[in-house]
């Protein structure tokens, strides 16, 4: 009897260590493709990690009204939390971590655990007027 109680013990430990599934968002005028290094990379650190590599607004369409695809990525997280009630890594690069952190707080029940902004200008960029 004790040793069932061990084992389920153990097995609830081993479930909360357990990596979270990551959420990968490309930056402009780029894709999924250009993020599948960093998607190995994780996967070959950390075997049994889910891994979701963003396809939306590749190439071109990244250049498409900002708050539509934010909208899109919303919806896009949204999705993917639902199935990993645990909570989810979203990272995003360049302008991909921008439209994560704006679709992130614009969800009011979300399940993203850990944000992670590569390269994104979160704090707006700076530059001299030219006028």
């Known amino acids: 009897m ?4 061990l084992l389920i013990v ?7 260590l357990a990596y979270k599934p990551v ?11 250009s993020m599948t290094v960093l998607v190995r990379h994780i996967e070959k650190l950390h ?4 891994v979701y590599n963003c396809d939306k607004f590749s190439g071109w369409y990244s250049l498409e009204n900002a708050w539509r695809q ?3 990525i919303k919806d896009y997280i949204d999705q993917i939390g639902k199935l990993h009630p ?5 990272l995003g690069y360049s302008q ?3 439209l994560a952190r ?8 979300h399940n993203v655990k850990t944000f992670i902004s590569l390269s994104s200008p979160q704090a707006g960029q700076y530059g001299i007027s030219c006028t």
């Open 2 to 5: 004790r040793i069932k109680y």
């Open 10 to 16: 153990c097995m609830y430990f081993v479930g909360s």
């Open 23 to 33: 959420v990968i968002l490309h930056g402009i005028l780029s894709g999924a493709e």
């Open 47 to 50: 075997p049994g990690t889910v």
């Open 70 to 72: 934010v909208q899109q």
């Open 86 to 90: 645990e909570g989810i890594i979203v």
């Open 96 to 98: 991909g971590g921008l």
């Open 102 to 109: 704006a679709a992130i707080q614009s969800l009011p029940d």
